[in-house]
């Protein structure tokens, strides 16, 4: 497949899942009567933007043909940290910094051992899942950050332009990586990596570094996702971000991304995020069980696997 058959393919996908997002938001238009009211959609974007910039970054991570599990825990970590800091006294950039830093660090050493040692990246991130999760519970002690700031959950709930404050991040991280992925040598250079990595060495590509930096990069937006998370919450909760994978990797697929690797964007991303947000909002108005969303989003996992595995073999 050429990649202008690739690109259109995605776009194509991505117009489909728009199509699914206009349906299911006039079916909750028409069976409930609070989903398109101002707050409602303005509670829907603070959530996509969450999970969008996790998509986000994971979709990054599979256009190598890789995976990144440790996003929730990742994120929670940040979070304990990032409020920790806080309520100690810390101005506000310097714990930005320091978790940025740190998530950064954190998909650096994902990349590292991925590419230097050949740990597929199943194990690899799966290992920092349970480490970060560890270090998350054992720094808090298992119990919940308080005493935050309350100008961190007032920008969370605050609003530009009738945008909430929190979805800018979101529009930002998604015009960056669709820059860097469409614009730039070093998304060139990611694109060949997960189409074929063998040929994209040959060919003078650095291999290690553009791992290591996709997952660099993956880790720096898990540090994002936690900073926000940390103001929506407006505390820590070493249990948080549970799941956030499976939400992550469904998003990806969901908006074109292929595990195989070599196809995938942050509009796509976005969209699939964007049918997530929505399913968990709309089963909070339908009165659905809660316990059923969990159920749904593996369905949604399962279903969206498969068929990317039907495509690629087609292909």
């Known amino acids: ?36 009211t101002v707050s409602n959609i303005q509670n829907i974007l603070r959530q996509v933007t969450i999970q969008g910039i ?38 506000v950039w310097f714990g930005v910094l320091m978790v940025l830093a740190l998530a950064t660090g954190l998909g ?58 929190l979805f800018w991040f979101l529009i930002a991280v998604i015009g960056f990586m669709e820059f860097l992925l469409r614009k730039t040598t070093f998304g060139r250079y990611v694109y060949a990596v997960g189409s074929n990595p063998e040929a994209a060495r040959l060919s003078g590509i650095n291999i290690r570094w553009v791992v290591i930096g996709v997952y660099m990069i993956a880790g720096f937006l898990w540090g994002l996702s936690g900073i926000l998370e940390t103001s929506r919450l407006w505390m820590g ?6 799941g956030y994978e499976l939400d992550a990797i469904a998003a990806a697929v969901l908006g074109g991304a292929s595990l195989m690797g070599a196809q995938g964007s942050a509009i796509g991303a976005f969209l699939g995020a964007l049918v997530m947000a929505t399913i968990y909002n709309g089963s ?9 969303q969990r159920i749904i989003v593996g369905i949604i996992l399962v279903i969206t696997v498969s068929i990317d595995q039907i495509r690629s073999r087609r292909a």
């Open 108 to 165: 650096f050493v994902n990349g590292f051992f991925v590419h230097q040692f050949r740990v597929p990246p199943f194990i690899a991130t799966l290992a920092m899942m349970s480490i970060a999760r560890g270090a998350a519970l054992l720094i808090s002690g298992g119990r919940n950050v308080f005493g935050l700031p309350r100008s961190i959950a007032e920008f969370s709930s605050g609003t530009l332009l009738g945008i909430p404050n």
């Open 1 to 36: 497949m050429t990649n202008n058959k690739k690109f259109n393919f995605t776009w194509s996908t991505q117009a489909v899942i728009l199509l699914v997002v206009v349906a299911m938001w006039i079916f909750l238009s028409l069976t409930t009567e609070n989903f398109l």
């Open 54 to 91: 996790n998509a986000v970054g994971v979709t990054l991570v599979i256009i190598t043909a890789g995976i990144d599990l440790s996003v929730g825990s990742v994120v929670a970590l940040v979070n304990i940290l990032f409020a920790m800091l806080l309520v100690g006294g810390s101005p």
């Open 237 to 242: 909760v070493p249990s948080t971000g549970t």
């Open 284 to 292: 909070v108005l339908l009165n659905i069980n809660p316990f059923w």
